[in-house]
């Protein structure tokens, strides 16, 4: 049978990281989970092996191992200030045989724990009579950690603002060099000392750890001060009926050592000069005269406080002085003073409104406390309306002469008071009794002339009809003066632009319209003057009246005449306009309407606008042909224009209407003309061109000859040149166009008519002016026909207006007239061009 060899670990030194585990070391800081170790063994005859770690009863398992590849794993945290050495069982098996043996793990330290002091809290008694340098205290702090993490130094937080220092390696605690503790500034100080260790890794990273902790260091008291007086300085009093023998004051003095203080004992040292003693153990001062038999009003005491040891002796001491004031009992009250002895009531009458600053010198009072001192101490105040006056002096030591000067002027008004009461009050400052006496100051005021007359308003707003008479009250204008007598009668007075058709009572401030006085809103409806009020002695004030005048309905609505003549072409309206000369609406707004019309069904008019129209269903001649036997389809209809007033007012008016259709086949030139019919002056114009035109053309074809013939020194024949122009079929068309027919229709007759008449009317009344014709002008040439009548279908004829021309364009068209010499010339290029046409056989013009 072949024998079974046991399996065993490589023993492969201290610094392997395979093999037994033996002399392993780990530091404390390795993170658990950290793989620290691989197991490592073999068998002798080739089987493989498992690995296995065991701990003894009770220890604590820090790791663990992978028994097939014998890895080692950290599972608990490691600390080497509890446990520096680990026991482990680690043991090799092959399935048969297992060898197991016990090693030692090495746990080394990590800079982990920080500097804690020991035998805390410290506190440090000192004398205050320690001399600087010496040494008071001895800090000690451990850390538990090894090496340079385990040293620790020591210093102190606030170092200059202290009065210690501390040895940094042995921490001992010392006084400053130089300083010296005080028990009476401070009794106590509180030390702040650090201790921090070297540093050392730990994780890898450098880690530096500190502690604080306090020092209470308690000053112990030292019999080093003198003692000290409490309460200083001293004051103290002696009334006339005090007994010998009270006391007056006492002083009081304690030993500056407060920790362990001594006895104190009193004695005077000088300034009693035997009217005074004191207790030299309670410091109580007491008088030992009556006070009719002390000399001097005052008394100066010097006082010694000594310091008795334990052991009886006087150490130390300390001086105060004592001012001790004789003084008799407040038993007068102060008092007023007139000319004639007390008094209580002082008067004065004066004007108003005094200077600031002046003095009332008609006051004569004199106050006085016939006590001594203190006593005799007193204000002066007056007590009424305040800030008008003041009282001097203010404070008053036995006696004074009061004076009472003027503070606010603008407030002494006699229209406010005419009297002023005031209370002069005497009170004492400083006495328990507080004795005080009043007197009465009656000043009576006397009136000046120092107001102005006041409107009650600055401004008057006034309304009055148009229709008012003369004479009519408009508005009453109230100024007050609040002086007294002739000051305050008020004379009321108007002027300015708009004051001509006003006046006003002096006395009463009515203001009326002037008897002649006629108020017309068309022509002026606002009103704008001043009121001036003004008392006996010049002075015034000035108010500001605005007027309007109120429009009433006192004009009818006026047509331009009475009868009017209108051409209507079927689908316009004609319009009339009548105008109403008030002011203001509603009377100046004027209704339309049909009073009378044979037919009464032919026409409508627009209530507003004035626009007449035929009815809606008459779109023809034909249909008012049915409607009625008059064929010349002339109306006359009788309109009324009304206004909106109350009561209200109307004007009637005849008017003609000659009715017609357009008459677009007839060519543009009748549709131009009929349009025209009302206002004669757009024809004259075009007129005006058709003849500037014509001029233009004549001189421009005179010029073209004369440089012709001047260059060739040689007159052509005329035959030649219009006979090279024949062909030009522009001329022809121009000729044509220039023909003129008579008209033959109804509304070219009207045409012709209302040239005529506008003719007959260049020097009647109805305003409507033309400009003179030039001599031998030609008729204007009628324009040429339409292309087609579908273009004739959207051409509207204008509404006609009903008013008059007005007459600022017969002014103008004055200015426009053509001169003589003008008109001559044109006359004369006329002949010449008719001349040449009959020349060349063309037609006549």
């Not at 092996?49 to 065991?54: F, I, P, S």
């Not at 007005?806 to 068209?813: C, R, S, V």
Request: charge should be negative.
């Amino acid at each position: 049978v072949q024998a079974n060899y046991a399996p065993y670990f490589f023993d492969n030194g201290a610094r392997s990281t395979n093999g037994n585990m033996a002399l392993l070391s780990l530091s404390e800081d390795t993170p658990v989970g950290t793989h620290v170790y691989t197991l490592n063994g073999t068998d002798p005859e080739g089987d493989p092996v498992t690995y296995g770690l065991t701990y003894e009863a009770g220890s604590r398992r820090y790791f663990s191992v992978d028994r097939n590849l014998g890895n080692v794993t950290l599972i608990e945290e490691l600390d080497r200030e509890k446990e520096d050495e680990i026991e482990v069982i680690v043991s090799i098996s092959d399935g048969l045989s297992t060898v197991s043996e016990k090693v030692r793990i090495l746990v080394t330290d990590a800079n982990d724990e920080s500097p804690e002091f020991i035998n805390t809290p410290y506190i440090v008694q000192v004398p205050e009579n320690t001399p600087s340098g010496s040494s008071i205290f001895k800090i000690e702090a451990v850390d538990r950690d090894t090496g340079s993490g385990g040293s620790i130094t020591y210093f102190l937080q606030n170092i200059h603002a202290n009065k210690f220092t501390i040895d940094r390696h042995s921490g001992v605690l010392r006084i400053k060099t130089g300083v010296t503790l005080d028990y009476e500034k401070s009794r106590t100080h509180f030390v702040v000392v650090v201790a921090k260790d070297g540093g050392g890794k730990l994780r890898g990273d450098n880690k530096v750890f500190s502690a604080t902790t306090t020092v209470t260091v308690n000053v112990e008291d030292v019999q080093d001060t003198p003692p000290m007086f409490i309460g200083t300085p001293y004051y103290g009093y002696v009334y006339e009926d005090t007994l010998a023998g009270s006391e007056v004051l006492t002083v009081v003095a304690l030993d500056g050592d407060r920790g362990k203080p001594n006895s104190i004992r009193y004695c005077l040292v000088n300034g009693s000069e035997g009217s005074f003693e004191i207790s030299n153990t309670t410091g109580a001062i007491s008088v030992i005269k009556s006070p009719n038999q002390l000399k001097k009003e005052v008394y100066e005491l010097k006082v010694q406080a000594s310091e008795v040891s334990p052991e009886g002796d006087i150490s130390v001491y300390a001086f105060a002085m004592v001012t001790i004031r004789v003084v008799d009992l407040n038993n007068h009250p102060p008092t007023f003073y007139g000319e004639n002895g007390p008094q209580n009531r002082f008067e004065l009458t004066m004007y108003e409104h005094p200077p600031e600053g002046e003095i009332l010198r008609g006051l004569k009072i004199t106050v006085n406390d016939s006590d001594q001192g203190a006593n005799a101490k007193f204000n002066l105040r007056l007590v009424g309306p305040g800030g008008i006056f003041r009282v001097v002096p203010q404070t008053v030591l036995n006696e004074a002469q009061v004076t009472i000067i003027v503070e606010n002027s603008a407030a002494i008004d006699y229209e406010k008071f005419k009297v002023l009461t005031f209370k002069l009050l005497a009170i004492e400052v400083n006495t328990p009794e507080r004795f005080s006496s009043t007197a009465d100051v009656v000043i009576r005021l006397l009136d000046t002339n120092d107001n102005v007359p006041k409107f009650s308003s600055d401004y008057y707003i006034a309304r009055i009809p148009e229709n008012s008479p003369g004479g009519s009250n408009v508005v009453a204008i109230t100024a007050t003066d609040p002086d007294s007598g002739l000051w305050g009668e008020v004379k009321y007075s108007i002027y300015g632009t708009g004051a001509d058709l006003f006046l006003i009572h002096p006395s009463t401030g009515i203001i009326y319209t002037q008897p002649w006085a006629v108020l017309d809103a068309e022509v002026n409806s606002k009103y704008n003057f001043y009121v001036k009020a003004e008392d006996t002695d010049g002075k015034y004030s000035l108010a500001e009246v605005f007027i309007t005048v109120l429009d009433v309905n006192d004009h009818s609505p006026e047509f331009n005449e009475n009868i009017q003549e209108k051409t209507m072409i079927i689908g316009s309206p004609v319009k009339i306009e009548a105008i109403d000369q008030d002011a203001e609406e509603p009377n100046n707004i004027v209704d339309y309407s049909i009073m009378q019309a044979d037919p009464a069904n032919v026409f409508d008019i627009d209530q507003s606008t004035g626009e007449i129209k035929l009815k809606s269903y008459i779109r023809s001649l034909d249909i008012i042909h049915n409607i009625t036997k008059n064929k010349d389809c002339i109306w006359s209809v009788v309109v009324q224009a009304k206004d909106r007033g109350s009561p209200s007012f109307s004007t009637t008016a005849v008017l003609k209407i000659d009715i017609t259709e357009e008459t677009l086949h007839k060519g543009s030139m009748a549709a131009f003309l009929m349009q025209t019919k009302d206002n004669p002056m757009k024809a004259l114009g075009v007129l005006a061109g058709v003849m500037g035109i014509m001029v233009l053309i004549t001189i421009m074809i005179s010029t073209a000859m004369f440089w012709r013939n001047k260059r060739s020194n040689k007159i052509m024949p005329v035959r030649r040149i219009i006979k090279k122009r024949q062909p030009q079929p522009s001329r022809t068309v121009r000729m044509e166009w220039l023909k003129f027919k008579r008209p033959s229709n109804a509304a070219e007759k009207f045409v012709v008519e209302d040239d005529a008449q506008s003719l007959q009317n260049e020097n009647s009344n109805n305003n409507v002016q033309v400009a003179p014709v030039p001599p031998a002008a030609p008729v204007p040439p009628p324009p040429p026909a339409l292309a087609s009548s579908g273009d004739a279908a959207g051409w509207r004829v204008p509404t006609v207006s009903g008013s008059l021309t007005p007459k600022f364009i017969n002014k103008q068209l004055k200015k426009r007239g053509h001169s003589s010499a003008h008109n001559a010339l044109v006359s004369e290029l006329k002949m010449r061009f008719e001349k040449r046409n009959a020349a060349i056989g063309e037609p006549h013009i």
